[in-house]
């Protein structure tokens, strides 16, 4: 089975994250870069499924030049190759651009099973994956918590609020994951030296027919037009009980409009 696995970098989610005054888009460049979290659950995932249906595991990341690190480590936890796109022009670009680009990069790659993140740390938007299967007109199973491989066809338990739906589709199909599906495995030394080895093919617009209007923040369909850092927190109200602490407490839960 041919599996795509989509990896973004991420600002790290453990430390503070700016944006840009320049142009109002997430800070990267001078921030702690990381594979994002749910990706390493959708890496696990696809080698779980080659361990025990054979096939090829293919990262693909659409980023700079220093998501190289990223692919690197993703690399070194087993799968057997990636695919980088990356171009100047794709800075700023929003959802929509992006799933135009990670379709035409992923209609080279003829994959049966592309496996992505739930969602990533810096948008939470959960919508590529919904949009790259639109693009590539291809069934959609989100929100895993578990997947079933049976030949051709798929079978997710989609996690939900109360529960969780039992899904199907036959490949080529995508599948989202989440964090309850797995766990991912840590890199071992001969994986990280491997790593190194293993081949990277760089892409750009060019190479998709993608034109650089059509990306970034010129061709973006949406845009922060303004932010301002989270205000400090402010002191709490402190309610001294003498013997009308029960009073004063309701009292204090009725001006914030919970009672």
Not at 40 to 64: D, Q, S
Not at 161 to 182: F, K, L, Q, R
Request: proline letters at 4%.
């Amino acid at each position: 089975m041919n599996i795509v696995v989509l990896v973004k970098q991420v600002p790290d989610s453990g430390a503070e994250r700016t944006l840009s005054p320049s142009d109002n888009t997430v800070e990267r460049a001078s921030a702690n870069n990381v594979i994002n979290e749910m990706d390493e659950y959708a890496i696990e995932e696809a080698l779980k499924i080659k361990e025990e249906h054979g096939g090829e595991v293919t990262v693909l990341t659409m980023g700079p030049a220093g998501a190289t690190e990223s692919i690197r480590k993703a690399l070194s936890m087993g799968p057997d190759k990636a695919v980088h796109i990356s171009d100047d022009a794709l800075h700023g670009s929003c959802a929509v651009a992006t799933s135009k680009v990670l379709a035409e990069a992923l209609k080279t790659l003829n994959a049966d099973l592309i496996i992505a993140g739930a969602e990533s740390t810096d948008g939470r938007v959960q919508v590529m994956p919904h949009m790259l299967a639109e693009r590539l007109g291809i069934a959609a199973l989100t929100g895993a918590r578990k997947l079933t491989v049976d030949g051709s066809q798929l079978t997710v338990e989609r996690q939900t609020d109360e529960g969780y739906e039992v899904v199907t589709a036959a490949t080529p199909a995508v599948v989202s994951v989440w964090d309850t599906i797995n766990e991912p495995r840590y890199p071992s030394f001969k994986g990280i030296m491997a790593a190194k080895k293993k081949p990277v093919q760089a892409l750009a617009l060019a190479d998709l027919g993608i034109s650089s209007d059509e990306v970034g923040t010129a061709g973006a369909t949406s845009a922060v037009v303004e932010f301002s850092k989270r205000p400090p927190r402010s002191a709490g109200t402190k309610v001294t009980d003498e013997g009308d602490g029960g009073a004063q407490l309701v009292a204090y839960l009725a001006t914030e409009k919970f009672v």
